[in-house]
């Protein structure tokens, strides 16, 4: 029975894939914390720690089918510890070896590199979906770098941009996540195994090189120093992912606007028998995109109870460290299904190009008053030009009259403009600036990265 959204059957594919539930469940939560004890156990046990056979049989031992996730959970209620319920099963799996055990760590030690284990995995994932959906925004970033539409500021139009540059604005930013999960990679993957207060007190001068063996044997770097209480690391790549997430919702939230009615510039892919309203039949609601934009809040929300970790008491405390048992799955979990929602919405989307014309042309060129007003310039001055054009600006929208009506008309300007050049200059696919090739430009930095193969 769930009760968090992730949990319940009939939303939490909305909130999260499969794939990525998989990561964080509780099965595999125990074999990570397993696969530490494991690694540590022969880690000792091949440095003389420990009986050699203890090491084997207790690797052996730590197996998720030997454990009964419920059983565990029952017991741990009753001895209000997260981890001793484990370790007594594992104890007790492994016979005469069982009092080698979890020897000189803590329980911090294991649990944060049973999280990092599972990070790591869900890194794999996260990572790979967002190369993919930044080559799906290459291809559509060069498909339509030529696209005129209307570029919109505090929600207004003001000039002509093109859908291809729109997209690769975007585009450049999970270059730059890209590259920032890349870097952070060593810093985030790194385990801890240093004991009771990270002094390696219980194993003494061997306690750093058997800590070096068990992270090697994890795939994970080894810390210079404890960071029981330093979760910078953490919250780092929690950030990142928030800044992935910020892109996303800024992206959903811009298709849902240009899907809308009035604009009809785009349109999320539609499949028949989809429903858009229980009691207005007609409509076809921006869904995904909605989808896509909903989960950044609660993806920022989760960032900031990361960093809300980053202040412990002492050498360690539960009541930060837990924070990030809420926060890091949820971050994940989310982000994994903004992630395909996007990769589908880009393979499937509608773009509208002729109601992008269209919308344009709405104003009769008013769009181009900053061409106007540039062509005026040359022979009355930009300051000038700029009175000028704003008043003709205002008479049109006041007195609802054609923007080419009122240039014409002007003394001024058909003094320096002829009605044919005024028709040119109104054009507003020849007033795109170097759309085309500012996305040519980052579809290129993008490809010599080698990000999106490697």
């Given at each position: 029975?769930?009760?968090?959204?992730?949990?319940?059957?009939?939303?939490?594919?909305?909130?999260?894939?499969?794939?990525?539930?998989?990561?964080?469940?509780?099965?595999?939560?125990?074999?990570?914390?397993?696969?530490?004890?494991?690694?540590?156990?022969?880690?000792?046990?091949?440095l003389g720690v420990i009986p050699e056979k203890a090491g084997e049989t207790i690797a052996e031992a730590a197996k998720i089918?030997?454990?009964?996730?419920?059983?565990?959970?029952?017991?741990?209620?009753?001895?209000?510890?997260?981890?001793?319920a484990t370790v007594n099963q594992l104890q007790n799996l492994s016979g005469e070896y069982g009092e080698?055990?979890?020897?000189?760590?803590?329980?911090?030690?294991?649990?944060?590199?049973?999280?990092?284990?599972?990070?790591?995995?869900?890194?794999?994932?996260?990572?790979?979906?967002?190369?993919?959906?930044?080559?799906?925004l290459v291809e559509l970033s060069d498909k339509y770098k030529n696209t005129p539409m209307a570029a919109r500021t505090h929600g207004m139009q003001g000039l002509p941009t093109t859908f291809g540059f729109k997209l690769a604005v975007v585009l450049s930013e999970f270059d730059r996540h890209l590259q920032r999960l890349k870097e952070a990679e060593p810093r985030t993957f790194t385990g801890v195994l240093a004991g009771g207060v990270g002094t390696y007190a219980a194993l003494g001068s061997i306690g750093p090189e058997v800590e070096t063996k068990a992270l090697d044997k994890l795939g994970l770097s080894t810390p210079d120093i404890c960071w029981h209480s330093s979760r910078d690391r953490i919250s780092e790549y929690g950030s990142i992912l928030g800044l992935v997430s910020g892109s996303l919702g800024k992206l959903g939230n811009e298709f849902y606007n240009l899907m809308r009615t009035e604009i009809d510039e785009l349109e999320e892919p539609f499949q028949a028998g989809n429903v858009g309203s229980t009691t207005m039949p007609h409509k076809r609601n921006p869904a995904l995109f909605e989808g896509i934009a909903s989960l950044t809040k609660p993806v920022l929300h989760s960032v900031s109870l990361l960093h809300e970790s980053?202040?412990?008491?002492?050498?360690?405390?539960?009541?930060?460290?837990?924070?990030?048992?809420?926060?890091?799955?949820?971050?994940?979990?989310?982000?994994?299904?903004?992630?395909?929602?996007?990769?589908?919405?880009?393979?499937?989307l509608i773009v509208k190009p002729?109601?992008?014309?269209?919308?344009?042309?709405?104003?009769?060129?008013?769009?181009l008053s900053e061409r106007i007003m540039f062509a005026l310039s040359e022979k009355?001055?930009?300051?000038?030009?700029?009175?000028?054009?704003?008043?003709?600006?205002?008479?049109?929208?006041?007195?609802n009259i054609p923007f080419k009506t009122t240039l014409t008309e002007n003394e001024v300007v058909s003094s320096v403009l002829s009605e044919e050049q005024i028709e040119d200059l109104l054009d507003p696919s020849q007033y795109t600036g170097l759309a085309s090739e500012k996305v040519e430009e980052v579809i290129a930095q993008i490809k010599k990265g080698a990000l999106l193969h490697g």
């Open positions: 029975m769930g009760s968090h959204v992730i949990d319940l059957r009939m939303l939490q594919n909305n909130f999260s894939t499969e794939e990525m539930r998989q990561i964080w469940n509780d099965e595999n939560r125990l074999q990570k914390i397993l696969d530490a004890e494991a690694s540590l156990a022969l880690a000792q046990s091949e089918e030997n454990f009964d996730v419920e059983d565990i959970a029952q017991e741990a209620v009753k001895l209000k510890h997260s981890l001793m080698f055990v979890h020897f000189g760590v803590t329980t911090q030690d294991i649990t944060d590199t049973g999280t990092i284990l599972q990070l790591k995995e869900a890194h794999q994932i996260l990572f790979r979906d967002m190369k993919e959906t930044a080559q799906l980053l202040i412990m008491d002492h050498e360690r405390d539960a009541k930060s460290w837990r924070s990030e048992w809420v926060a890091l799955p949820e971050i994940c979990l989310y982000l994994s299904s903004q992630l395909k929602t996007t990769i589908n919405v880009l393979k499937g002729e109601n992008m014309l269209r919308n344009l042309n709405m104003q009769g060129g008013l769009l009355v001055g930009k300051q000038t030009a700029h009175h000028l054009v704003y008043e003709l600006s205002m008479k049109s929208y006041e007195e």
